[in-house]
C-alpha cells in the first residue's frame, strides 16, 4: 500500500480483484452461506407468494364466495408467517458469517503487517496501516452484514416479480420491462462512476486518519513549537481533500434512489390507466389487475435495495481493494535453514556469556554458538545510489565489546540494522560463528541477539508483562533477576503494585530513565549471547548512569556486545572502539591507542572533554 498515495486506481481490473478476494473468504463459510441464500430465497418467495395470493381473494370477494375468502387469507397468513420465520433465521446467520469474515481479514492481515520487512513501515504511515484495521475492515463488515442477504434478496425477487407479472398479465409487463430496463441501465452508468470515487474516499481518509495520528503522538513538539494554527490549516487541506473526494462518490450515487423512485412512479402510472382500460373492456379481471398493482408498486423495492446496497458495495470494495493489496506485499525473505536449538552438550570454549547450551542445527550438521559475529566487505544502502555501507570489513570475537562513533548518519545504526537482518547487504557477507547470517533462519538468528534501542517502546501490561516480553516464558524470580541486574528493581519495589503496576500507553505514567531501565530489564531477562546497545543510556541523567553502570557492566560481562553512544565515556572501556565516517571504517582501536594517534577519536574525544 503506497504510503501517500493521492489516486486510487481506478482500472475495473482491481475492482474484480477485491471481489475475489472478498468471495474467497465468504467460501470459508459456503455452507452457512447456502442457508442463508436458502432462507432468504424462502422469505422472498413467501413475500411474492404472498402478493400474488391478492388475486384470489379478491376474485372470491367479486363472486361472493366467504369460504374461499377464509381459506384465502388463512393460507396468505401462514405464507407471511412463513416468511418472517425464514427471515430471523438468515439474519441470524449472516451475523455470524459476517463475523466470522472480518474476524478472519483482521487475523490475515495482522499476520501480514507482522511478517513485513522494516523497510514497508519507514515509507508507509501508521496512520495509513491502521485505516486498514479500522475504517477498511469496518466498511467491510456493514457490507456483509447489510448487502449479502439484500442483494439475494432484491434478485429473487426483481426473478420472482417479472415473472409473475408475465404470468398475471403480459401485456402490462413489458411496459413494466421498459421501465426497469432504464432503471438498470442507469444504475450501471451511475455506479462505474460513483466506484473510482468511492476509492479515492477512501484513500484520502487513511490520509486525515495518519494525520490526526501523528499531531496527537507529536502534542509536545507541536506545543513547543507553536504550530497549532498551521497544523490546523494542513487539517483543513486533507480534510477538505476528503469532502471533495466524498461530495463526488456521492454525487453520482445519491441519484440512483431517486432515479429509480421516478421512473418506478411513472412505470406505476401507466400501467394502472392501462390495466384500467383492459379490465373495463372486458381483457382483464379486476383480482389479477389488483394483483398485478401491488407488484408493479413492489417492482421498485428491490431496484432501491440494489442502489442502497451498491453504495456500500462500492466503499467496501474500495476498503477490500486497499486490505488486499496490503495482504499481497511481499513478507520478509527468509530462506535461512540453520535454526537454533537448545543442546545440554554444547558448551564451547570462549563462547559468550547465554551462548551455552545453544547450537546451530543445519541437518546433521551442529555448530556451537559462540557469538562470533564479522562484516566482510559490506556494502549497503537504503536506497538505490544513495550508500550507507562502503566495503566495511570488520570483527568481534566471543566477548568483546565493540563500540561505534561518528557523527549522525555515519552508519553506526545501520551495522546493527544489518546484524538483526532488519534489512539485507547489498554485497558482501556477514557471518555469525561462521555462518552467513542469510542462512540463518531470522527467528532463530533474532532470537539469539539483544537490543536496547534509543526510543523506548513499552506496550500495555504490567512491568513484569513488559520485562517478560524479552523472554515470554521466564518466570516470576527470573523477571526479578533481570530487573536487579538492570538496576531497575530499586524503583519497580516503590511502585504502588511494584511488579503488578500498569504501564499506561507506551509507559506515559513512568519517566524516561524507568523506562530505559525497563528496556535494558527486557534485554537482560533475555540472557542473549550478543547485545546490541543502540544509545542504550541516551535519555539517562547523570545520576541514572552512574546508578546503572554496574547494570550494565554485569549484564555486557562475557558477551559479544555492539554498542552505539554519543556520550563517549560510556565506551572507553570497550575492547575496540571503531571511528565512522560516511559509511567507512576510518579508525579501529582501544581509547588508549586512539588518543594517542591523535586523529578523529582523539577530536571527539578531546571535543566532549571541553564541552564539560
Known sequence: MPSRQTAAPARPEHV???????????????????????L????GGANLLGT???????????????????AGVAFTAGIYLTGVVACFGYSQIMVRVAQKVVSDIRRDLFARIERLPLSFFDRTRHGDVMSCFTNDVDTV????????????????????????????????????????????????FSGGRSSRHFARQQ??????????????????????????????????????????????????ASTMVPVTVCVSYANYAIVTIVGAVLAINGYADVGSLASYLVF???????????TQQGNFLLTALAGAERIFSVMRLDPEVDEGAVRLERDGRANADGAAAGAAGWVWVRGASRTPLRGDVRFHHVDFGYEPGHPVLKDLSL???????????????????????????????????????????????????????????????????????????????????????AARVANADSFISRLPKG?????????????????????????????????????????????????????????????????????????RNADAIIVLEHGRIVERGTHEELLARRGEYWQLWTGVRELD
Open 395 to 481: 570483527y568481534a570475537k566471543p566477548g568483546q565489546t565493540i563500540a561505534f562513533v561518528g557523527s549522525t548518519g555515519a552508519g553506526k545504526t545501520t551495522i546493527t540494522n544489518l546484524i538483526n537482518r532488519f534489512y539485507e547487504v547489498g554485497n558482501g557477507t556477514i557471518t555469525y560463528d561462521g555462518i552467513d547470517v542469510r542462512d540463518i533462519d531470522k527467528a532463530s538468528l533474532r532470537r539469539s541477539l539483544g537490543i536496547v534501542l534509543q526510543d523506548t517502546h513499552l506496550f500495555r501490561g504490567t512491568i513484569a508483562d513488559n520485562i517478560r516480553f524479552g523472554r515470554l516464558d521466564a518466570t516470576d524470580e527470573q523477571v526479578r533477576a
Open 40 to 43: 432468504v430465497c424462502v422469505s
Open 296 to 306: 408493479v408498486r413492489q417492482a421498485a423495492a428491490p431496484f432501491n435495495q440494489f
Open 141 to 188: 463488515s456493514e457490507a456483509l452484514n447489510n448487502s449479502f442477504a439484500n442483494l439475494v434478496q432484491a434478485g429473487v425477487q426483481i426473478v420472482g416479480t417479472i415473472t409473475l407479472l408475465l404470468v398475471l398479465d403480459w401485456r402490462l409487463t413489458l411496459i413494466t420491462l421498459v421501465c426497469d430496463g432504464a432503471i438498470a441501465l442507469y444504475v450501471r
Open 52 to 70: 400474488y395470493m391478492i388475486k384470489p381473494v379478491v376474485n372470491a370477494i367479486e363472486d361472493g364466495d366467504p369460504q374461499r375468502f377464509l
Open 499 to 571: 511488579y503488578d503496576t500498569l504501564v499506561a500507553a507506551d509507559g506515559a505514567n513512568l519517566s524516561q530513565g524507568q523506562r530505559q531501565l525497563l528496556a535494558i530489564a527486557r534485554a537482560a531477562v533475555a540472557d542473549p549471547p550478543v547485545l546490541i546497545l543502540d544509545e542504550a543510556t541516551s535519555s539517562i541523567d547523570t545520576r541514572t548512569e552512574a546508578l546503572i553502570q554496574q547494570g550494565m557492566d554485569a549484564l555486557m560481562r562475557g558477551r559479544t556486545v555492539f554498542v552505539i553512544a554519543h556520550r563517549l565515556s560510556t565506551v
Open 203 to 252: 484513500t484520502e481518509l487513511a490520509g486525515v486518519d495518519g494525520y490526526v495520528e501523528e499531531m496527537i503522538l507529536g502534542q509536545k513538539v507541536v506545543k513547543v513549537f507553536n504550530h497549532e494554527a498551521a497544523n490546523l490549516a494542513r487539517f483543513r487541506t486533507l480534510n477538505g481533500r476528503l469532502r471533495e473526494a466524498g461530495v463526488a462518490a456521492q454525487t453520482y
Open 16 to 38: 474484480a480483484a477485491a471481489l475475489r478476494g472478498l468471495l474467497s473468504y465468504m467460501s470459508r463459510t459456503r455452507f452457512a452461506l447456502i442457508a442463508v441464500a436458502v
